[in-house]
């Protein structure tokens, strides 16, 4: 079956400090990989997706994240973490383009001062 | 980007009464839209999936009765929740889908709550 794995529930980073949020999957074709922020009471914001080609892919607000076929992996990083980053975030994974997306439960970020 | 823009974001309702939240696609055609829910804390449940012009597709577990959901127009799609109960209160979220590249956008949410 598809699933999505955030293995962290929780991650407290200090402000400045490097991140990296872990995503796997289990899928059996080719996935579409998303990552998607959601701050509190709010929709979705899409930071990157992966469709195919280079496996290291930029997002917004400095956010990329890579794709590792052997272990089936969409991890997040950020070099440096701002306050504002606190928030939600979900990886997502599809099987093409338009269809409906399989989520994970989702790592809470939160930023210490 | 795209946008996509649901009404009303946040909605009390009583008990036993019917609630209708939109879902609309402002600047471009959706062949597809799809319905979340999302309770407190978790993660986003795919509900149904609407085409336009034809039934929607709704997940295992999903009360097809109960949800209503209608896709009359490439930039309409409506979810109603009929005879809301408590344990309907939730954090409902749609995406719509480009018709010519597929990509997905998703709605600010609408938050339902049943008294």
């Known amino acids: 079956a598809q699933s999505v794995t955030q293995p962290d529930i929780h991650i407290t980073v200090s402000e400045g400090a490097s991140l990296e949020l872990r995503c796997n999957y289990s899928y059996g074709a080719t996935p579409y990989l998303f990552w998607y922020v959601q701050s509190p009471g709010q929709g979705l914001q899409l930071l990157l997706k992966?469709?195919?080609?280079?496996?290291l892919v930029q997002g917004i607000k400095g956010f990329e994240a890579e794709f590792k076929r052997s272990q089936s992996s969409f991890n997040l990083r950020k070099p440096s973490v701002h306050w504002s980053d606190a928030a939600e975030y979900f990886c997502a994974v599809g099987d093409q383009a338009g269809t409906a997306l399989i989520f994970g439960k989702g790592t809470t970020l939160s930023v210490s001062s | 980007g795209a946008v996509v823009s649901q009404h009303p974001s946040r909605v009390i309702c009583k008990s036993g009464t019917s609630v209708k939240i939109e879902c609309r696609s402002l600047?471009?055609?959706?062949?597809?839209m799809f319905w979340y829910r999302q309770f407190p804390k978790q993660s986003l449940m795919l509900m149904a999936t609407s085409n336009e012009g034809s039934k929607a597709t709704y997940e295992q577990g999903v009360e097809k009765d109960k949800f209503l959901i209608n896709h009359a127009s490439l930039t309409l799609s409506t979810l109603t929740v009929t005879s809301a109960h408590p344990e309907d209160s939730s954090f409902y979220i749609c995406s719509a889908s480009i018709r010519n590249t597929g990509e997905l956008f998703f709605g600010e949410g609408s938050r339902l709550t049943v008294l």
């Open positions: 992966y469709f195919s080609g280079d496996t």
């Open positions: 600047d471009f055609q959706a062949t597809t």
